[in-house]
C-alpha cells in the first residue's frame, strides 16, 4: 500500500533563513506528489505537484520541490522563509489507480524564529 | 472562481444529535471530496462524487454518515447519533478532473462534539 511519511513533527526556522522540509513516500511506480499549505483554522492551499518531466518544480509563494526517484522524495525547500510561512506543510501522493484519491503524510509545522 | 464554500465554519453540537455540513464546490468542478482531519494528523478520505454520483466512501464512514450531491452541484454530509469521536475538521475539495489535478479545498467546518 501507498504511504507517506514526513520524518519531521515541528522544524523551527530563523526568518531569513532557508528550509528544506522533507518527504518520502513508498510506491511501485512514480507517483503524482503534491506540497500543501495549511494556516491554522483553514483549508489546505496547493503549492506545486510533479506529475512527470523535469524533477525540480516551482511552486507559489517562492517555493520549490525536488522529486529524486532513487530516494522516493520530493522534498520542499525555499531560499529564505518569512513569518508568514509559519504554518503546517503537508506531502501528498496520488497514483493512477487512486484517480479519486490523495494519500498524505501527517504535516510538518513550520516555526519561524523572529 | 469564488473557491470552495464550506458551511458552518464553526460546530459544537451534543453527542447525540445530528449534524449536517454543505459543501458549494467550483462551479465547473465535477468532482467533490469529503475528507476528516484530526488534530496533528493529514487528511483522511472520506467519500468522492464525480458529477451526482457516489463513486466511492472509505471504511471511514460508518452508517452513521451520509453524503449526498443532488444535480451534481453543492454537496452536504450529514453525521447522525454525533459521537465525541466524530470531533474533527470535514474538509470539502473540487477538482475539475481527477485527484492528479490537485485538489482546491474549502476552509473546512470545525465540529466539536460534547
Known amino acids: 500500500a501507498q504511504s507517506v511519511t514526513q520524518p519531521d513533527i515541528h522544524i523551527t526556522v530563523s526568518e531569513g533563513a532557508s528550509l528544506e522540509l522533507r518527504c518520502n513516500y513508498s510506491y511501485g511506480a512514480t507517483p503524482y506528489l503534491f506540497w500543501y499549505v495549511q494556516s491554522p483554522g483553514q483549508g489546505l492551499q496547493l503549492l506545486l505537484k510533479y506529475f512527470s518531466g523535469d524533477t525540480l518544480v516551482q511552486g507559489i509563494k517562492g517555493f520549490e520541490a525536488e522529486f529524486k526517484r532513487s530516494q522516493s522524495s520530493f522534498n520542499l525547500r525555499k531560499p529564505s522563509v518569512h513569518w508568514s510561512d509559519a504554518a503546517e506543510y503537508f506531502c501528498?501522493?496520488?497514483?493512477?489507480?487512486?484517480?479519486?484519491?490523495?494519500?498524505w503524510g501527517a504535516g510538518t509545522k513550520l516555526i519561524i524564529k523572529p | 472562481d469564488t473557491g470552495v464554500s464550506q458551511n458552518p465554519r464553526h460546530k459544537i453540537t451534543k453527542r447525540g444529535q445530528n449534524v449536517t455540513f454543505r459543501c458549494d464546490p467550483i462551479s465547473e468542478h465535477n468532482r467533490l471530496y469529503w475528507y476528516r482531519q484530526t488534530l496533528g494528523q493529514g487528511p483522511e478520505f472520506l467519500t468522492y462524487f464525480q458529477n451526482e454520483a457516489q463513486l466511492e466512501k472509505s471504511r471511514l464512514l460508518s452508517d452513521r454518515f451520509s453524503a449526498e450531491r443532488p444535480k451534481g452541484s453543492f454537496s452536504t454530509l450529514e453525521i447522525q447519533r454525533t459521537e465525541q469521536g466524530d470531533s474533527a475538521m470535514y474538509l470539502c475539495?473540487?477538482?475539475?478532473?481527477?485527484?492528479?489535478?490537485?485538489?482546491?479545498f474549502g476552509s473546512g467546518t470545525r465540529l466539536t462534539v460534547v
Open positions: 501528498a501522493v496520488g497514483t493512477e489507480d487512486s484517480n479519486y484519491q490523495l494519500i
Open positions: 475539495a473540487s477538482t475539475p478532473g481527477g485527484a492528479n489535478y490537485g485538489y482546491t
